[in-house]
């Protein structure tokens, strides 16, 4: 018996010291069908100079050309390459065999995102449709926990996550599509987001402006300091389905620019400097030929590719990985939750996380 004690406290604690790592909080953030191609490599000189897809090519060639891929890929995503590179994690560069993609058949958004959130590719879960998700995720099962209750949020441009990460009973804050941020204290950039978005002349799309969505979820985080927090955007994919790859561009741009803010705002605070991660990702892939880049899906290839991102106190800084691999989406929920050192649990099956990631992260004490 004695031994037993012995062995379960020596067990208990090996198990514990596996899990600590410094990482108190964490940002998901996602950008919809924002393809490797563009954030390895930077513009694609076969889209860029096509005057179907761009149409003033003089002024993107100025604005995100450059002969060689290190400085083209800088010119589109500053804060990713100056600054991720260096104290964060890439993942996805397929030029060196170092691959993520997603498991499930579809390599639509709904599917994408349900695959990610729940470690689940269900077969079932197929198109873009307003049906509520019968399956937990990661946000919501973290929810259900003392040390996360009330303290997780979700916010993102398209409409439709309401059904796919808030479809079960459990649900948490979540602020999607046209829904005005309501609370008892609305701060003033609150006040202007919330009127622009309903007064706007604009023709009401699935997906609002991702800059309305990152106004509202910054806002939110300053004030309520929630300690999970996921941001979804979405133009990436709208421009690129209009075959606007010119604004496919200049939102990659601005997604750079979210990031490089929201981290100097992590930074910047108390509550989160030095404890948080932000974990960014993408839902699917797209065509990987410059006829077929505005499209993805199932009989498009190059739809399952993806990358994955991550910087914060528990990541290595083993900046853009180049050696052979392959991640999936769908082990990245159970990798967050160990990063956050718990185990997430559900009525569905979870893969398993991604042990290359866990590999790469920092135990507290090291
Ligand atoms: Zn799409």
Redesign the pocket.
């Known amino acids: 018996m004695k031994y037993l004690l012995v062995i379960l406290l020596l067990t208990t604690k090996i198990s514990f010291s596996q899990q600590a790592t410094n990482c108190e909080n964490i940002f998901i953030i996602t950008t919809?069908?924002f393809r490797w191609q563009e954030l390895f490599n930077g513009a694609d000189s076969a889209i860029l100079f096509n005057t179907q897809y761009v149409k003033d090519t003089a002024t993107l060639q100025y604005l995100y050309w450059a002969p060689t891929t290190e400085e083209r890929r800088k010119k589109l995503m500053p804060f990713t390459w100056n600054f991720i590179a260096l104290k964060g994690q890439m993942w996805g560069n397929r030029n060196y065999d170092n691959c993520v993609s997603v498991a499930n058949f579809y390599r639509m958004?709904y599917a994408g995102y349900n695959e990610f959130l729940t470690g689940y590719p269900d077969i079932r879960i197929a198109f873009n449709q307003p049906k509520n998700n019968q399956h937990s995720n990661i946000l919501t099962y973290l929810n259900t926990l003392s040390a996360y209750k009330n303290s997780v949020a979700l916010f993102a441009s398209w409409k439709l996550f309401s059904y796919i990460a808030n479809g079960t009973k459990n649900k948490i804050p979540l602020n999607c599509g046209y829904t005005p941020e309501q609370d008892d204290f609305l701060t003033a950039t609150e006040q202007l987001t919330n009127s622009i978005q309903e007064n706007s002349m604009y023709k009401k799309l699935p997906t609002r402006a991702d800059l309305i969505t990152f106004n509202l979820a910054t806002e939110y985080a300053i004030k309520k300091h929630p300690r999970v927090m996921y941001i979804g955007f979405g133009q990436t994919?709208e421009f690129a389905?209009h075959g606007e790859y010119d604004k496919y561009l200049n939102q990659a741009n601005l997604f750079d620019k979210f990031l490089a803010e929201l981290w100097s705002m992590i930074q910047s605070d108390d509550f989160y400097k030095n404890k948080t991660t932000i974990f960014i990702t993408t839902d699917h892939g797209r065509g990987d030929k410059k006829n077929n880049w505005m499209r993805?899906g199932t009989f498009t290839p190059g739809s399952d590719e993806t990358w994955m991102m991550q910087l914060g106190p528990n990541i290595q800084p083993l900046g853009e990985v180049k050696y052979k691999v392959q991640l999936k989406n769908k082990t990245f929920a159970q990798t967050i939750a160990h990063y956050l050192g718990e185990n997430f649990t559900a009525e569905h099956p979870i893969s398993k996380p991604a042990n290359e990631l866990l590999a790469a992260t920092k135990i507290l004490g090291q």
């Open positions: 919809d069908g958004s994919d389905h993805h």
